[in-house]
């Protein structure tokens, strides 16, 4: 992995790190302030984070010239619960892009709910109850697709892995989906993926109408995968993420860190 995370009370001691380690020309990535989670306020008071690489890793010299598309973010509006759903391969990050997402948008102070409808795979409900506990969210059974959730301003559904090679799946899922009045479907794909992979996913599950794509696991890949990913991408860009932890290591396709993950985007959907 060529991206690294640094950690300090303050941007300008984050910053000494990055250029301790990575020398005076590293390239910052990202920078955040990390407030502690509630439950652990009492001894740790929280920071700044910083995700940065060594200038001569050469994955943005030249930038990755692709054309892509990127989709705005997820807008959130008081008073009119706006329910997004996360479709994907299993594996692919639906869980973490959602634990991710419910972090971001919690601590902007609106009132996230999820929804556990990933009812196939064994352990799914239990990650995020056990994410939406840390985050201090409300978690609902599959049942609750058919309420109105009205005490949310956003509801993030995880719904069950499918594949092109799944009809029944795909079936089931989309059956969930009609009950669950969404009004958004993100695709999740992993950048690890070949191209032909990554076509074939989205051409058989566009029959689940999604309308835009998160690309996932960034960090795992170098820069010819993240073209090829790009040039596969059929559906605009709505989020990245580039890492495994939650919160942060996620950012919207027109953010400043996507453009230095990815290059610049050719048009706006
Ligand atoms: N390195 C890396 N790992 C990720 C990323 N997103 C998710 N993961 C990991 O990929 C695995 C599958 O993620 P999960 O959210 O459970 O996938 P799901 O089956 O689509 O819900 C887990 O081990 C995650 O921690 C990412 O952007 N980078
Ligand atoms: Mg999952």
Redesign the pocket.
């Known amino acids: 992995m060529l991206a690294r995370r640094y950690e300090a009370p303050t941007l300008e001691e984050a910053l000494a790190l990055v250029r301790q380690d990575l020398g005076p020309d590293a390239l910052v990535l990202y920078t955040r302030e990390r407030p502690a989670p509630r439950w652990r306020r009492w001894w740790d008071p929280g920071g700044v984070e910083v995700i940065a690489m060594p200038c001569h890793a050469g994955r943005f010299d030249p930038p990755v010239a692709v054309r892509w598309r990127s989709a705005p973010p997820i807008r959130v509006r008081a008073g009119r619960p706006r329910r997004v759903a996360f479709i ?1 391969p ?8 959602i634990a991710k997402l419910a972090c971001e948008f919690s601590l902007r102070g609106w009132r996230v709910h999820l929804v556990a409808g990933d009812t196939y ?1 064994v352990g799914a409900p239990r ?1 995020l109850q056990e994410y939406a506990r840390a985050l201090d969210v409300p978690v609902h059974p599959v049942s609750a697709l058919e309420e109105d959730l009205a005490s949310a301003d956003l509801v993030l559904i995880d719904l069950p ?1 499918v594949h092109p090679a799944m009809p029944d799946r795909i079936q089931a899922v989309g059956a969930m989906m009609e009950r669950a009045r969404l009004h958004e479907v993100h695709l ?1 794909i992993s950048a690890t993926c070949a191209a032909p992979v990554l076509e074939a996913v989205q051409e058989g599950l566009a029959v689940l109408r999604p309308s835009r794509v998160v690309l ?5 890949v170098d820069a010819g995968q993240v073209r090829s990913a790009l040039t596969a991408l059929r559906l605009p860009l709505s989020y990245i ?4 932890n939650v919160p942060g ?1 996620i950012a919207t396709a027109r953010s400043r860190a996507a453009a230095r993950w990815l290059g610049d985007p050719c048009s706006s959907a």
């Open positions: 994907g299993t594996g692919a990050g639906k869980t973490t892009t795979r990650q892995g999740v996932t696991h960034l960090d795992e993420t580039y890492g495994p290591y």
